[in-house]
């Protein structure tokens, strides 16, 4: 009797242990991530955002963190065509990084997919995107 009840532990143990290397290996394979707001006209504040998302990228390894950057109010004209920091927002957008505008920003100045650099994602509302983000366990960051 007891040979048996020893037996359904061990059993029980080692199903445990297949487990634990399941969830080990799971988040072994989990991304990290961070989202970062940029709310300001100012080039040099969006190029520390974008020196913090390289600098994370190359830390971690750019296929191991989900990244992305939610732009509203005044910097969303840092997404316009003819944005001084195109060419970085372009080479973030090429490493993996997530651009997103505010639609309601937007809407606010009338702006148009037509005004914005190429491959800029949208979302209904910036705060409310961080605020998501956050609540899925992403790092916030603003520079």
Known sequence: MKYINLLGAAIA??????????????????????????????????????????????????????AEIVVYGPGIGMLKLDSSVASRIEEAKKSGVTIVACGTTMKGMKLTDADMLPHTAYVPAGVVEIMHKQKAGYAYIRP
């Open 13 to 66: 143990l080692s199903m445990s242990f297949a487990t634990l290397d399941v969830v080990a290996a799971d988040a072994a394979q989990a991304k990290e991530k961070v989202i970062l707001q940029v709310s300001d006209a100012d080039p040099a504040k969006w190029n520390l955002a974008l020196n913090n998302v390289k600098n994370v990228q190359q830390a971690i390894g750019a296929d191991k963190v989900d």
